[in-house]
């Protein structure tokens, strides 16, 4: 066994002894199969056998394996594998096309890329062009909506489990530990490399904050490619020795369903969650009572919204959080003990060791031990990032409060000058989400011959709402200076947004554009 505990098979191994009987993973079925239930003495034998699998197959310490599957125990297995072998886990997003996810093969040259077979309608490993991958040797299929998997047939080759121990037992709290992508709206994604202790320390740290116990019962809708659900979900619990249940896509009914019927204690999301749950017009016909800790983030949060979760929806802890993948996905949170002024009103102060301060022009900037490595194969980027004083740049605008909680008012990309004047989007979104018949909101600022920018908002309006235009632009002028007031308004069935969770607004600027 492995003794360091800033490591991930480190962590593994001493949950599997203190837990060794206690729940660890539970999931649905997949591919018509029965439901999993591994304990966490199981999940580390299964995760042994499959790092020997990798193994004889040819993975070496400090190879990248690639992971392109939603939420199943056969990731969480991989994952924790992967590091168990002393590789680096590269984790892909589920909405990637084929030439999405090559790129990223490409880039960090995995030997092994282990993918869902036919999921929703799909099979986009079968759209790889292997040749322009010379590095990749082997894909493992995941059985998701079909029994087409090569799972079983991979994990059964894994014997030397000799090798696994040795690999794992080398692995150093310095040694990279996962390269994230970031979600690249802006242009191609750059790979973040965090160490292990990195990963650790900021996972146990947003742990801490919820009070997260071996009692709790976690529903992971976050997707585990995303830091949400990768560290703030499998590596949360696999330190917390709490009990997992993935769920492969969200559906509300399917959400409260396990809440209700697993006594779900934890459920963490992107706003757009929270706000599906308390609309859904069969709410009331689910016991959601278990629900103890609620953590949102991961976009502007509606202070109604925060209001709502703590009285409709009765969540004894109902915390916000801001991070970003340079940061290990995480930077501030609030804390248990915080008022609900200050949850409704701020994303809280610095965890994992962060110092925060913020530059002349309000950027929001971070440093610690826990500021990403630098992104892979681009030390041009990572300068940029980073200055010499290790202060993240993280591109985002906030003000402190004398308590020094932090509240982001804005992307400093997304500002826009409306007749010289500064205009944060942010702003204008928390009054609109103030106003009867909206479920949400996007602005972005729009060329205007006079003015320079105006701004445009982009409304989902609650269903059997009675809004237009003209309705939207009075309730704004009401609240705001002439000059944040938008001059247009569109209706949207959705808004676009990232898997992460966050608006996507050069797709808004591009509707716009189209419009």
Known sequence: MTSDPHTVPAVLDRIAVQFSDHDALVTGPVAGGASKRLTYGQLREEVRRTAAAMIEHGVQA?????????NTWHWVVAALATHYAGAIMVPLNTRYTASEAADILARTQAPLLIAAGEFLGADRTAQLDRDALPALR???????DKDDGTWDEFVARGVDLDAVDARAAAVCPDDVSDILFT???TGRSKGVRCAHRQSLDAS???AACGQLTSADRYLCINPFFHNFGYKAGILACLQTGATLYPLLTFDPEQAMQAVAEHRITVLPGPPTIYQTLLDHPRRAEYDLSSLRFAVTGAAVVPVVLIERMQSELDIDIVLTAYGLTEAAGFGTMCRADDSAVTVATTCGRPIADFELRLDESGEVLLRGP???LGYLDDPEATAAAIDEGGW??????GKLDEAGNLTITDRLKDMYICGGFNVYPAEIEQVLARLDGVSESAVIGVPDERLGEVGKAFVVAKPGADLDE???IAHTRAHLANFKVPRSVVFLDVLPRNPGGKVVKPTLREIDGRG
């Open 62 to 70: 400090g190879d990248r394996v690639a992971i392109w599957s939603p």
């Open 138 to 144: 082997h894909i493992v299929r995941v059985p998701i």
């Open 183 to 185: 979600s690249g709206t």
């Open 204 to 206: 146990a740290a947003w």
């Open 370 to 372: 826990n500021v990403m």
């Open 392 to 397: 993240l740049h993280t591109g985002d605008i």
């Open 470 to 472: 003209a309705a939207v």
